[in-house]
Each structure stands twice: as C-alpha cells, then as structure tokens.
C-alpha cells in the first residue's frame, strides 16, 4: 500500500510518520502531485495559522490537486480546518471539500483547547473498535461548527464538529498520531479503508 503524507511545510510529519510505521506501514513525504495522485491513502496535516498554510499550498499548486482526490484523505488538525469552506483564522478561503466555516472559539473559553477531550457521536467505518466517549489529543483555537457532514462531536463549553466526511475525503480536528491506542486504531482503520 502506498501511503502519501503531503508536505507543504505545516505539520507534525514526524509524529506521524511514526505512528504509521508503528502499524506497521511506510508513509511518503511528498508535494509532488503524480506520487499524490497514485498513492492508494493521502493524510493532510497541518499545524500552524490558516492563511500561512493556504499561501503555501498554493505556491505548489496542492490547492487544486487536493480537492481532485479520488481515494481516501485524511485531513489532520489545520489539515481539516483548511479543507472546510472558510476559516475565520487570517479570513482564509479553504478548499471548500466540506461545506461548512471554521470559527474562533468565544471569548468565555480558554483557547487554544489543549489536551484530551471526548469524541461521541461516532458515525463511520474510521471509528470501527472505537467506544463513545473516548478520549483524543487536541490542540486548537478554531473550530468547525455541528453540520450535517460530522461524524463525531465534542464538547468544549459548546458542541462542536471534531470529525468530518464528504465521500472519500475525511477531516478530524485532533491528533490521532498522539492519541494513544484508540488514535493509533483511527489511523489503522482509515489504512484499512
């Protein structure tokens, strides 16, 4: 199986390149589009500022490949967040796979939301062997509000979209490369999808 992390310079690569090697699986850096195109599961990641990671993606023209993609893309943290419409962050336009706007938590919390958080409302194949409730690793500002692509919730003062799917493409705001045996069984079932 060919598994292709993109590389646009926003990301915690490593981290997760070591968690799929811990499945048992080899992942290729790449922003080169033919390596893109061919490869059999793609995982967009992204940590860092919205309109920054955008400006990049354009410079190589990812932001027209991405939203091209036939097999299955996982889009991690920021990588989710810039595949939704808009993104509040930097008044970013995304790449609008998901049909929805990222917003900045209110005032009332305190932001970035780091840390574990419960996801529920689990509603795809990713979550196979994954309990309501469970717990993953979270770092963000912004969040994607309820929508009828969530696949699972969580609650942070409000209740927000942490997963999302539109045919093949998949986001989740936290970070299953960091979230221990139920976030490595994510990364496995999106592998095995």
Known sequence: MKIVIINYGAGNIQSIKFAIKRLGYEAVLTDNEE???????????????ASSAMEKLKHTGLDKIIPTL???????????????????????????????????????KKVPQIGWNQIENLKSDLFKGIS??????????????INEEAIAITSYGLKYASALQEKNFYGVQFH??????????????????
């Open 35 to 49: 390596e893109i195109r061919n490869a059999d599961k793609v995982i967009f990641p992204g940590v860092g500022e």
């Open 70 to 108: 036939k097999q299955p893309v996982l889009g991690i943290c920021l990588g989710m967040q810039l595949m939704c419409k808009h993104c509040e962050e930097g008044d970013t336009n995304g790449l609008n796979i998901f049909d929805v706007d990222v917003i900045k938590f209110d005032d009332t």
């Open 132 to 145: 309501e409730k469970e717990y993953m690793y979270l770092v963000h500002s912004f969040y994607v509000p």
């Open 176 to 193: 299953p490369e960091k979230s221990s045996k139920a976030g490595a069984q994510i990364l496995k079932n999106f592998l095995e999808l």
